[in-house]
Each structure stands twice: as structure tokens, then as C-alpha cells.
């Protein structure tokens, strides 16, 4: 039986992508693995060219002058790429968690960076808001979901330059305008996949403005032109997103999932809510409809709370070092029944106490 799986990332894939793909180990292509194909077979082009299409498609970005590529590196090159590629003199950032920060550092290293927003001093618990984006800057950088902290942007402000996203822990989880952003990345292992591969949406116009020499491996250009095969692609991880965006079209798409997503959170907001036992640890306003963070009122409670998870079949519910308490993460494909099972054990403890 499958646990219910709560980890941050990796974490839990639907049951029947895990199938198709470890069938696809053993025979994808006339009893060849899908490990052991040349990654330019025609077998694997199609599957490449299916994720880019079915990434695009489900965020309605189809038509629109964006490109999909799948990278390696996860999403921390993405730190340093969208700088390398787009930063000339100066950009913009808003700092909401330990992500963001590390973006930041690393478009440090190439130029001027300008925080113009940030929570640190609250120990990133609430998203900032009412902050101006100057005019001038070459782009604005934001983190959809804070995964750590577990706060979410639920506005997105309309950036005069254009909008860099990092979606990592909320890409397809819920409807948005995405043509409001410019550059969205995504490392595949919260939402989507395995580790191993990042899910890049560019908006083609945006390239080539600076005037620094880019690495081929770093510069999104070369890898549009290369059709996201400039060298050997993370082969099972974008098959896996592959299944897993099918997937996801097949049960309606975003719209449909984000019914499911609202739900879960609603659930288990409620309960940190209701019961005493338990404290929610970012601002209502901007709670994270992906991670929902908590600690123990009384810590004295811990080791009843644990065995009754461990009991209740229950994985991966510890908070983030740095944050400390709980940490339920509800990506997609965990069902509203896991959250049950989460919510009923915490009343339970409120039961006992
Ligand atoms: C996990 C995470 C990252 C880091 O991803 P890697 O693939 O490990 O580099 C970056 N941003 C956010 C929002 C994340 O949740």
C-alpha cells in the first residue's frame, strides 16, 4: 500500500505515472529500455516534444511566442541562467524566503541587484506587498511559493519590465495568467517529476539584449534552437513529466486540479485553525495552498504527535532545519483523502491531550 506521502521534494508522483515509467525501464521501445535509446531515436524526440507541447498547453501559453525547454541543474542554475541571459545593468527582486535569497546571491555575482521588497526581518512569514518596480531595471524576480516557509503569492504585481518567475513548488497546481510572466523555471521534483530536470518557459523576446558572452550550456537561445536537445536531456525525468502533464490534461487540467488543491488546503487550515494544539506559521493572507507550516503549541506533545503519524502511515511531515514544527506538503497528486487521514490524526491528539 502507498503511503501518504507529504514530502516537500522529491515527493509524491501519481500511482499510475510511477507504473508507466517503471515499465518503460524494463520496455519503452520494442524491448529496448527507455534508458538504453539514443536520446535522438525517434521514440524520444516524440517524448521530448510531447512534454514541451503538453507544459505549454497546460498553461495556455500555446501561440504566444513561448518556448519550453527541459534543462538539467535544477532550479539553483536557473539562479544564475536568468541573470546570465537577461541582466545588462541592474534588476529587481522580491526577497520572500530561502530561495529567493539564493537567487539573489547569485545574479549578485554578475551585477546590480535591488531588493525591492523583502521579509526577512519577519522571518519571511508574510509575502510583501505595495512595492514599486522601477521602469528602468532590466527584469523583476519573484518566487510563486515559498516551499520552505510556506507562504504563496496570491497577486502578482503588473510589472512594467519583464516578470521572472520561480514556480518551482506551484507550477501547474493553479490557474493564473501566465502570459503576465516573461521567464517562468521550475525544477520538475515538487510538482511535476523526478529530480533531474527543470521545466524553463521563455518568452523568445525577451532573449538576446545583453552584451556579455553567454556558455552555450548556459544561454536559453542555443537551447530553443537545439529544440531542448543541445546535448544528451535528463532522459527518465522528462519522461516522467511527460506522464505526469498527461496526467494532469487527462483529469481537466489546471482548472480541474486547482478544485482538489483548494480543498486539501482548505482542510487542513481549518484544523490548524480550530485546534489549540496547533499554530500556523505564515499569515493567513498569504498561506501556501502548497506547504502548509506548523508548529506545536506544546512541545511537550511531540513524541504522542509522531508515533500517531508514523501509526497512521504518515512520511515526510517534518518542517524545513531552518523553519522547524511541520510541514504538510499537498502537491497535485496527493488526494484529499491523505490530508483526511493528516486532519483526523491531529484532532485525534487534541482528543487525547
Ligand atoms: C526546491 C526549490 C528550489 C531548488 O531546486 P533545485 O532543483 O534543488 O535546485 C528553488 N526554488 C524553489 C521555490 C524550490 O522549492
Known amino acids: ?53 503538453l507544459a505549454l498547453e497546460l498553461l495556455g501559453l500555446e501561440g504566444k511566442g513561448y ?4 534543462l538539467h541543474g535544477g532550479a539553483s542554475t536557473q539562479f544564475l541562467m536568468v541573470a546570465l541571459n537577461l541582466l545588462e545593468k541592474r534588476a529587481g527582486y522580491l526577497n520572500t524566503g530561502t530561495w529567493s535569497d539564493k537567487a539573489i546571491k547569485e545574479a549578485k555575482i554578475f551585477d546590480d541587484v535591488y531588493e525591492v521588497a523583502s521579509s526577512k526581518e519577519a522571518k519571511f512569514n508574510y509575502i510583501p506587498k505595495g512595492y514599486d518596480i522601477p ?37 501547474f497546481s493553479r490557474q493564473l495568467d501566465f502570459s503576465k510572466f516573461d521567464l517562468i523555471y521550475a525544477g520538475a521534483q515538487k510538482n511535476m517529476g523526478p529530480a533531474g530536470a527543470t521545466l524553463v518557459v521563455v518568452k523568445e ?3 538576446g539584449k545583453v552584451s556579455r558572452k553567454i556558455p552555450s550550456m548556459m544561454d536559453y537561445q542555443i537551447h530553443i534552437s537545439k529544440s531542448s536537445m543541445f546535448n544528451t536531456p535528463p532522459v527518465f525525468p522528462v519522461y516522467v513529466s511527460m506522464l505526469t502533464l498527461q496526467w494532469l490534461k487527462n483529469l481537466g487540467g489546471i482548472k480541474a486540479i486547482e478544485k482538489e488543491n483548494d480543498k486539501k488546503a482548505q482542510l487542513i487550515y481549518s484544523e490548524i485553525d480550530l485546534n489549540p494544539l496547533f499554530k500556523g506559521y505564515s499569515a493567513k493572507t498569504d498561506r501556501s495552498s502548497m506547504n502548509a507550516t506548523f508548529t506545536l503549541a506544546n512541545e511537550d506533545l511531540k513524541e504522542t504527535f509522531e508515533t500517531m503519524i508514523k501509526e497512521a502511515g504518515i512520511n515526510g511531515l517534518n518542517g524545513h532545519r531552518s523553519v522547524g514544527g ?28
Request: some cysteine; proline content about 5%; glycine content about 4%.
Open 135 to 171: 521602469e528602468d531595471y532590466d527584469y523583476f524576480h519573484c518566487t510563486s511559493n515559498n516551499t520552505i516557509f510556506g507562504t504563496q503569492m496570491k497577486k502578482f504585481p503588473n510589472s512594467p519590465i519583464p516578470m521572472v518567475c520561480d514556480m518551482s513548488s506551484d507550477i
Open 67 to 70: 518556448k519550453a525547454l527541459f
Open 1 to 53: 500500500m502507498r503511503r501518504h506521502n507529504f514530502s516537500a521534494g522529491p515527493c509524491i508522483l501519481p500511482g499510475e505515472v510511477l507504473q508507466q515509467a517503471s515499465e518503460a525501464v524494463i520496455n519503452f521501445d520494442n524491448g529496448l529500455s527507455l534508458l538504453e535509446i539514443s536520446h535522438r531515436s525517434k521514440p524520444f524526440v516524440d517524448v521530448m516534444e510531447n512534454a514541451r507541447a
Open 205 to 207: 523576446d525577451i532573449l
Open 326 to 353: 511541520y510541514r504538510a506538503s499537498m502537491y497535485n497528486a496527493l488526494s484529499l483523502e491523505s490530508v483526511g487521514v493528516l486532519v483526523d490524526v491531529m484532532s485525534e491528539l487534541e482528543r487525547k491531550a
